[in-house]
Nanobody, 120 residues
Framework: QVQLVESGGGLVQAGGSLRLSCAAS????MGWFRQAAGKEREIVAT????????YYADSVKGRFTISRDNAKNTVYLQMNSLKPEDTAVYYC?????????????????WGQGTQVTVSS
């Protein structure tokens, strides 16, 4: 059983920054997804086990950075230049599929989610 423990969400003003962390057991490609109120869950960013393969949604390119520290079994999402439209519950995901490197798919393991709210 994979355990994912997220942290780092909160309330921030537009233009601010937050860093999300996800502690994960096991060797998996990882990702961050988000779900805004009334909308479907969408991909944000993914990273392979080695860290050599990364994917970003167009909406966050240039603003968000995904990284990982395998010695600490932790994946990070650094979010800069936050916008009100980034407001959502952010979910950590393990077991991301890179069968299509241009469109990674979610794995079967999900964290409990952490709220990110960006005020205007």
């Amino acid at each position: 059983q994979v355990q994912l423990v997220e942290s780092g969400g909160g309330l921030v003003q537009a233009g601010g920054s937050l860093r999300l962390s996800c502690a994960a057991s096991g060797r998996y490609a990882m990702g961050w997804f988000r779900q805004a109120a009334g909308k479907e869950r969408e991909i944000v960013a993914t990273i392979s086990w080695s860290g050599g393969l990364k994917y970003y949604a167009d909406s966050v390119k240039g603003r968000f950075t995904i990284s990982r520290d395998n010695a600490k079994n932790t994946v990070y999402l650094q979010m800069n230049s936050l916008k009100p439209e980034d407001t959502a519950v952010y979910y950590c995901n393990a077991g991301v599929s890179y069968s299509d490197v241009d469109s990674p798919g979610p794995g079967r393991y999900w964290g409990q989610g952490t709220q990110v709210t960006v005020s205007s």
